[in-house]
């Protein structure tokens, strides 16, 4: 069974950084990797997604050129660099992985348990 454990958030000031990490295991041939993230109250929403080989990339449009994707693919891990961050960035960040490239919850069968990022003002 696959499995995807996140780890890397914590609490951090506007303006700062973070770098999420998403490690895979069991028996993974996702081509795809994604990170979504939920607000409370609000629905999960698509942040960015990679295809394994690293050459394809996709971002929301509220974290384009202040988040970047990245994997190293012989340690089975997904990076999530986050910078210039704001309080509305706020949010559990879950990993995902499918077969498919899916901006949607719904395209992705294999998640993490998620990791809890709070962005101060």
């Known amino acids: 069974q696959v499995q995807l454990v996140e780890s890397g958030g914590g609490l951090v000031q506007a303006g700062g950084s973070l770098r999420l990490s998403c490690a895979a295991s069991?028996?993974?041939?996702?081509?795809?990797m994604a990170w979504f993230r939920q607000a409370p109250g609000k629905e999960r929403e698509f942040v960015t997604r990679?295809?394994?080989?690293?050459?394809?990339?996709y971002y929301a449009d509220s974290v384009k050129g202040r988040f970047a994707v990245s994997r190293d693919s012989a340690k089975n891990t997904v990076y999530l660099q986050m910078n210039s961050l704001k309080p509305e960035d706020t949010a559990v960040y879950y990993c995902?992985?499918?077969?498919?490239?899916?901006?949607?919850?719904?395209?992705?069968?294999?998640w993490g348990q998620g990791t809890q990022v709070t962005v101060s003002s």
């Open positions: 069991g028996p993974f041939s996702s081509s795809f």
């Open positions: 995902a992985a499918s077969g498919i490239s899916s901006i949607r919850v719904a395209g992705y069968p294999y």
């Open positions: 990679i295809n394994w080989s690293g050459d394809s990339t």
